[in-house]
């Protein structure tokens, strides 16, 4: 996949699950408008697009293992890397390709009733 090339050569630590979420996104979730961007601070790619169907504005996947030790200056390093954004889907990869989407957000989010 020549899209990931450059961002998996640069954090080839994470290429596992960059590579996994965006099979998923592309070929099985039908992700439109789907590019990667560079995450620096969070040491990893990620992406932006949109869902099938939807005309709103973008969202972003920050793809990770399972058995990664994420803290919550991490989850800050993600937010300093996209400050226009309130929240991002946190891609959780497991090692039988399955993946699970999380929403973050910033501060504390009363969920939707």
Do not use: H
């Amino acid at each position: 996949y020549p899209i990931l090339a450059p961002v998996i050569k640069k954090y080839p630590a994470t290429a596992g699950p960059l590579f996994q979420t965006y099979n998923d996104l592309s070929l099985a979730q039908r992700w439109e408008s789907l590019e990667i961007i560079d995450l620096s601070n969070a040491l990893r790619g990620g992406f932006r697009g949109r869902r099938p169907g939807t005309q709103t504005e973008s969202s972003v996947v920050v793809p990770c293992f399972l058995t990664e030790s994420l803290s919550m200056s991490w989850i800050s390093s993600v937010f300093q890397d996209l400050p226009d954004v309130k929240d991002f889907y946190l891609a959780i990869c497991t090692e039988d390709s399955s993946v699970v989407y999380y929403r973050m957000s910033k501060g504390i989010v009363k969920p939707p009733l």
